[in-house]
């Protein structure tokens, strides 16, 4: 049976390994100094740059890698259709300023493929099979948001009703590992509670990668520009790169949690403990792509498809077919089985989802497959993971992430607390950390603590036609 875009959710998000598909680094020397400096050219540096820029204050944006964009990485080399490696969707089109800017561009904006089925072995879900596991999904969320409301955090996995038979296995990847890119054992219910709501999803017919690289062309951005060493108090920082050293009166520091808890940046002195502990407790999950060259259409499916499958157990995938009506298939692995397969490398990958895929749709898959591809974001060494999702206990510390540490100021999706895991949170804590440095150095007036951006709390009960469609993380 073929479910509506509002019937099931299905995460889609899916990161990469950085190949070099941007331009060359900027030739121009590396500015020395700048009111304030951004590290990393994500959507939240992005965003905190344009916030900056707009009050006429002197910004410099390093980039490690060779392209802007971070978590947003449009391939439109590999194959004859651009994809995105990294995040897909957009959120909330009615008041979301990237949709704006996106249309602004040039570029086609396009709402999710309403288009989603239930595998069975392979044949479709019935219509009494899909009513049922989307009442399975409606008690599975309302389990999670009753949970949140308890005097202790608990992971989600522990509170899900114990008679979800045959759709429990389905329910956990659906509401875990592909959409947060975790298995529901290892994330805090209040943040799952708490998380709002990823509906009226958009996509980027050129790819959000794509709108990223469009929205940082006319801002001061160096890349291939990692930064090595911040040195920092409460009045002026100073940024060691490979191009030399910048000094400005604040900063704006974007890198994911696990990047800023590996270490890979120096800082004198160090980060406070108090935020490197909250860093470590918003972990990135594991969110991959495999994508498959399928002329013929031997699945049979329409143009942006979305497949899940009855599965029991974790070694499952979400299929996103005839990508804008071409020849390929994206499957997404999440979770500890889509971490454990990134690390056995690409080969294993392509093989898993050619296998995959004939379990579901006959052996005709196997022989139809031109070229593959897929993204190992774990093993990236910009990014380390794909999106934050926070452990048990772990919700507090979004909050945590947002305070001032000296005249530094930390961004991304991981520090926002209800659109965690998304483009549209990291740019809207660009934002929030922009005009934080510009009241720090006095460009704007301090009118008292700079307020989180607004939380949508998410439905607690949400009605059995009403669980979230599609969504994808990320900075």
């Known amino acids: 049976m073929t479910m509506t875009r509002r019937d099931f959710l299905s995460a889609s998000a899916g990161f990469a390994a950085l190949p070099a598909l941007g331009g060359p680094a900027r030739g121009a020397p590396l500015p020395r100094q700048a009111d304030v400096v951004v590290i990393g050219a994500g959507a939240a540096g992005i965003a905190a740059a344009r916030r900056i820029t707009a009050a006429n204050r002197k910004v410099i944006v390093i980039e490690a890698a060779a392209q802007s964009g971070g978590r947003c990485l449009t391939d439109s080399t590999t194959f004859d259709t651009p994809f995105d490696r990294g ?5 909330n089109p009615d008041t979301n300023p990237m949709v704006k800017l996106a249309r602004d561009a040039g570029l086609d904006v396009t709402a999710a493929s309403r288009g989603q089925k239930i595998r069975v072995g392979r044949r479709n879900a019935r219509a009494g099979e899909t009513e049922e ?20 955090d608990v992971p989600c996995a522990a509170v899900l009703p114990k008679d979800l038979g045959v759709w ?10 592909n959409a ?14 708490h998380a709002q709501d990823r509906t009226d999803a958009i996509g980027c017919r050129q790819g959000l990668g794509t709108l990223m690289t469009r929205l940082a062309g006319d801002l001061p951005v160096s890349l291939s520009t990692p930064a090595s060493h911040i040195a920092w108090n409460g009045r002026e920082v100073t940024v060691d790169t490979p191009s030399g050293r910048i000094a400005a009166r604040a900063a704006i520091i974007t890198v994911s949690s696990n990047v800023l808890v590996a270490g890979n940046i120096k800082f004198t002195p160090d980060i406070p403990k108090r935020q490197l502990d909250a860093a470590s407790k918003l972990s990135l999950g594991s969110y991959d792509r495999i994508v498959l060259q399928l002329p013929g259409n031997p699945v049979g499916l329409a143009r942006d498809d979305v497949v899940i499958e009855q599965s029991n157990s974790t070694r499952t995938a979400m299929l996103f077919a005839n990508l ?3 020849s390929l298939c994206l499957v997404d692995v999440a979770g500890s089985f889509g971490r454990d397969l990134s690390a056995q490398g690409e080969p294993a990958m392509a093989a898993f989802a050619v296998e995959w895929l004939t379990k579901l749709f006959g052996s005709d898959v196997a022989s139809a497959v031109r070229k593959t591809s897929a993204t190992r974001w774990n093993a990236a ?18 909050k945590i992430l947002t305070e001032p540490i000296g005249c530094m100021f930390l961004a991304g999706e991981a520090t926002h607390e209800t659109l965690w895991g998304t483009v549209d949170g990291a740019w809207e804590s660009g934002e929030r950390a922009a005009d934080a440095a510009l009241r720090k150095i006095g460009a ?27 969504w994808s993380p990320i900075d």
């Not at 529901?184 to 509670?193: E, F, H, P, R, V």
């Not at 949508?456 to 009403?466: E, F, T, Y």
Request: overall charge positive.
């Open 324 to 326: 804008g009506g071409s």
């Open 168 to 177: 429990a296995a389905t329910a956990e990847f659906v509401l875990g590992a």
């Open 381 to 398: 060494p910009f990014a380390l993971g794909a999106m934050s999702a926070a452990t048990p206990g772990g919700q507090p510390s979004r």
């Open 133 to 152: 596991f989307l009442a399975v999904l409606v008690r599975a969320n309302r389990a999670i948001d009753d949970a949140s409301r308890g005097k202790a």
């Open 87 to 91: 995040a897909r969707w957009l959120y």
């Open 180 to 193: 947060t890119g975790k298995d529901l054992t290892d994330i805090s219910a209040i943040d799952k509670a």
């Open 444 to 470: 704007i007036r301090d009118t008292g603590p700079v307020p989180a951006p607004a939380a949508k709390h998410r439905r607690r009960a949400p009605p059995a036609r009403a669980v979230r469609p599609i």
